[in-house]
Nanobody
């Protein structure tokens, strides 16, 4: 069983930056595709970014150029650096892990989820 714990969320002014972290425990996630998703109140969970076991990355268009996903397999941790934050980035951000050798933006393809961390961007 894998446990994912997100951290790094908070309240930030528009234009600011945050680095979210997702620490995994229980087993190594180095072979997993790791993703970040977000969910705003009243909205469906939305794909934000993913990184494959080989380091390939993918981003939703709304964060391209502002977000960077990375992983440190030695620390069993995935990061999401978010810059130039906008009020519309406000959401609970979730980390997820997909044990299969797939690279998917679909939440249902992911096997493990963290509890989420709140990101609030004020205008």
């Amino acid at each position: 069983q894998v446990r994912l714990v997100e951290s790094g969320g908070g309240l930030v002014e528009a234009g600011g930056s945050l680095r979210l972290s997702c620490a995994a425990s229980g087993r190594s996630t180095s072979t997993y595709t790791m993703g970040w998703f977000r969910q705003a109140p009243g909205e469906e969970r939305e794909f934000v970014a993913l990184i494959s076991r080989g380091g390939m990355t993918s981003y939703v268009d709304s964060v391209k150029g502002r977000a960077t996903i990375s992983r440190d397999n030695a620390k069993n941790t995935v990061y999401l650096q978010m810059n130039s934050l906008k009020p519309e980035d406000t959401a609970v951000y979730y980390c997820a892990g997909d044990v299969a050798y797939s690279v998917s933006r679909t939440p249902s393809r992911y096997d493990y989820w963290g509890q989420g961390t709140q990101v609030t961007v004020s205008s």
